[in-house]
Every structure is written in structure tokens, then in C-alpha cells.
């Protein structure tokens, strides 16, 4: 057992875990995080992607105590905590850029870390930006939708 320290959501969290515990199993089991999702346990479909000290990252594939010292973000961290959501998360509703909603999570974890690092300007940027998460429902229109309006928008609150 290893014990860390890791802050989540803006909240700091000590935990004993096991060397074999994964990112995704703290947040889902230990801190009843359940919008990080687990599918492939791969690293391949997205579905568990969240931020670590700023870089998204597949939670599946990171060991909790590699965690021990950082900062973490998940889904349930973009909205604000008087709930106004992200201009991603509503951009999301208004495409209705999801389906079952299993992905979603990966998606805008995602989507944020690209839009922090600048505008998405067209939609062969915006499928870039989706590529690294699998979605089994939507058929990505609506996803690539979302993304360029929250990036038009995100850029009009920088410059405007």
C-alpha cells in the first residue's frame, strides 16, 4: 500500500492505495467520481481521459500513485460550483453532441485541454481534437459541431 496525496476538483484528498490501482479505479471507487468512465482499460477509446496538472490523460493507464503530489480535474469539475456549465458542456446540449452519454465525459475532457491551448478554427481541427476518443452512437456531427461553437465563443469572451 502507498499512501498520497492528491488534490481533485479543487479538493485535496489523502488515501491509502494499492501499487496496482489504476487513476480511473480511485476516482470511480474511492472518491465516487463516476463521471470518469472506464471502457477498453487500453487507453484506447477516451472514455476515462482527465486532467492531470493540465494535460489530459487516460486515467486507465495512469497508476493512482502516480497522482500522489498532483492536480486533478474530472468532468465533474468543469461546470462551476454554483452549476453553470462551460460554454463546451452547453455547446455539447445544444448539438446534442451525445447520445448514451458514455463517452461524453472523455470528449470534454478533451475538448477542454484544446481549447485552452487555442482556438479550434475548422472542422478537420475539431475532428483532430476528437480523434483520440471513440464514440458509438453519435456518428461525431454534433460532436464536431460543439466544438467549433464552444471555441468561436471562447475566443469571442478572450477578445471581447
Known amino acids: 500500500m502507498h499512501h498520497i496525496i492528491t488534490t481533485v476538483n479543487g479538493a485535496v ?4 492505495v494499492d501499487s496496482r490501482m489504476s487513476l480511473a479505479d480511485f476516482l470511480r471507487h ?4 463516476t463521471g470518469t468512465h ?3 482499460e ?3 477509446c477516451g472514455a476515462c481521459t482527465v486532467h492531470v496538472d493540465g494535460a489530459a490523460v487516460r486515467s486507465c493507464l ?3 500513485v502516480q497522482a500522489d503530489g498532483c492536480e486533478i480535474d474530472t468532468v465533474e ?7 453553470q456549465l462551460t460554454p463546451l458542456q452547453e455547446s455539447f446540449h445544444k448539438h446534442h453532441a451525445l447520445q448514451c452519454g458514455f463517452c461524453t465525459s472523455g470528449f470534454l475532457m ?3 485541454e484544446a481549447l485552452r491551448e487555442g482556438a479550434v478554427d475548422t472542422p478537420q481541427q475539431a475532428r483532430e481534437v476528437l480523434s483520440g476518443n471513440i464514440c458509438r452512437c453519435t456518428g461525431y456531427a454534433g460532436l464536431v459541431d460543439a466544438v467549433l461553437e464552444a471555441s468561436e465563443r471562447t475566443k469571442s469572451v ?3
Open 158 to 160: 478572450d477578445h471581447g
Open 38 to 40: 472506464v471502457g477498453c
Open 42 to 44: 487500453h487507453g484506447v
Open 110 to 112: 478533451s475538448a477542454t
Open 30 to 33: 474511492r472518491l465516487r467520481l
Open 62 to 64: 495512469m497508476l493512482a
Open 13 to 16: 484528498y489523502e488515501s491509502d
Open 77 to 83: 469539475g468543469l461546470a462551476s460550483p454554483d452549476g
